[in-house]
């Protein structure tokens, strides 16, 4: 099978799942989207309003200034791969509950197999605090982890991590937006020189 069809049978279990009880209140599953063949993956916390409505990730406000970073460093949603930690909206936006994460999780793990990413890129705490568990690093929070590289190994492969503050932030502070536009500079240039762009 191609990663594709991988990729699709992963999301026809993820829109059937009911592992946990998010599948009482969501209105779409939210697999993920993007190349199969992506060298860059990103990873947020969970699907929101508009996320649920249109069963897509990040297509809300917080998305489209994802869409506005990646076009910023020559990437498109198309040419990368977008998921979350959780594939349904826990009920009025609230945290992830941690027997949530780890019903929902292996989807994830067996994306990343499928995909083989040079880099992560982690957006917000739940996602960085749960790729950084994986590679036994430990996790202070974004604040004190963002815009650096951490290479490690995942699922047997060797990665690069890159954590950065979830968009949704820079909704809501202007400096959190700045950081956000720094952190993605930053990631260009390390794209460039691992020759990724």
């Given at each position: 099978m191609s990663r594709k069809?991988?990729?699709?049978?992963?999301?026809?279990?993820?829109?059937?799942?009911?592992?946990?009880?998010?599948?009482?209140?969501?209105?779409?599953a939210v697999p993920g989207e993007g190349s199969p063949n992506s060298q860059i993956m990103f990873i947020g916390e969970a699907p929101g309003y508009w996320e649920d409505?249109?069963?897509?990730?990040?297509?809300?406000?917080?998305?489209?200034?994802?869409?506005?970073?990646?076009?910023?460093i020559g990437f498109s949603r198309e040419t990368v791969f977008i998921?979350?930690?959780?594939k349904c909206r826990p009920p009025r936006n609230r945290e992830p509950l941690p027997d949530e994460i780890q019903k929902c999780t292996p989807y994830l793990d067996s994306q990343i197999r499928i995909i083989?990413?040079?880099?992560?890129?982690?957006?917000?705490?739940?996602?960085?605090?749960y790729i950084f568990s994986k590679v036994m690093l430990p996790f202070n929070g974004i604040t004190q982890t963002h815009g650096k590289f951490y290479d490690a190994s995942i699922l047997d492969m060797r990665i690069t991590i890159f954590p950065t503050f979830h968009p949704a932030a820079s909704l809501y502070s202007a400096r959190y937006k700045e950081q956000l536009i720094r952190d993605f500079h930053k990631?260009?240039?390390?794209l460039k020189e691992k020759g990724l762009i």
């Open positions: 069809e991988l990729l699709d049978a992963i999301a026809a279990e993820i829109l059937a799942c009911r592992k946990c009880e998010l599948w009482k209140t969501r209105k779409n409505i249109k069963g897509k990730p990040f297509v809300g406000a917080a998305g489209k200034f994802l869409d506005t970073l990646l076009s910023e998921g979350n930690i959780l083989q990413p040079k880099i992560i890129v982690t957006l917000g705490n739940y996602s960085t605090n990631l260009k240039r390390e």
